[in-house]
């Protein structure tokens, strides 16, 4: 199965004054032509329904969504009433994927905000207990992953998306201890990371700043028996260096899960 996870940079700058780049990354997305794409700040072109089954929830201007290759089944995800999760309405995109074991594989595209969470936005949370021992305070980030963390617990799932956090390597490739401590507690809590390289490495999948520092917001966590079908991952600069359709790299993703009428 081939995934592709991509935030489109549809919020703001160029791909919002020229909506023709943003119609161009969906046809590049339909160029690969992945199984299921896990997607951010995007407005799905009305042809977009033909091609594909496109799940969004109800939004104004941009949204996250899934889309689904016509003979998968994607079954409605319920998210605690109330929640967190809920809570996040169109930065979510959610659904359970029908496997041919006749499992259900949870899969989310995420969207994070890239500061720190107010009061309000964590109910049923102490923020002391959801924050970054390094940072002292929830971001938007720390809020996702303790709604997530709970609801898939004991679960298959595949989470994938812009969380605005990265390892932030310097020239040596030492990480920033707040980025490290994030993922270092989504691995504590049993999830696998399926977007680095060979070495274990992040790469360059933002391309906003002109910092030479590396970073890479976007991710993709999977429980244990999903990220033991990861057969091959990569960062695809192309949509951007040649054609500017994003401020984000594009991850690709091969995985070697049976779903629909695979």
Known sequence: MKILCWNLGFAAGRRREDPSLH???????????????????????????????????????????????????????????GGVLERAESYLATAQLELTTSERLFVSSVHTS????????????ERTAIARASVGEPWWNDVMFA???????????????????SRWLDSNGVAAP?????????????????????????????????NPRVSQPDHVFADATTAASLRSFRIDPYPVDAHGLSDHAPLILELDLRAGDA
Not at 49 to 78: C, K, Q, Y
Not at 147 to 165: M, P, Q, S
Not at 188 to 197: I, K, N
Request: aromatic share 12%; hydrophobic share 40%; charged share 20%.
């Open 178 to 210: 707040s980025g490290q401590e994030f993922f270092d507690r989504a691995a504590v809590a049993g999830w696998v990371e399926l977007s680095l390289d060979a070495n274990g490495r992040e790469g360059k999948s933002w391309y906003g700043s002109t």
């Open 147 to 165: 709604g997530c963390r709970e609801l898939l617990e004991g679960r298959r799932f595949l989470l994938a998306g812009d969380w605005n956090t």
């Open 114 to 125: 890239a500061r720190p969470a107010p009061k309000w936005g964590h109910p049923g949370y």
């Open 23 to 81: 119609d161009r990354a969906w046809h590049w997305i339909a160029a690969v032509d992945p199984d299921m794409a896990f997607l951010q700040e995007t407005e799905p072109p009305t042809w977009t329904r033909e091609r594909w089954e496109v799940l969004t929830l109800p939004h104004s201007a941009w949204a996250s969504a899934l889309v689904a290759r016509h003979g998968l089944t994607l079954h409605p995800a319920a998210l605690p009433v």
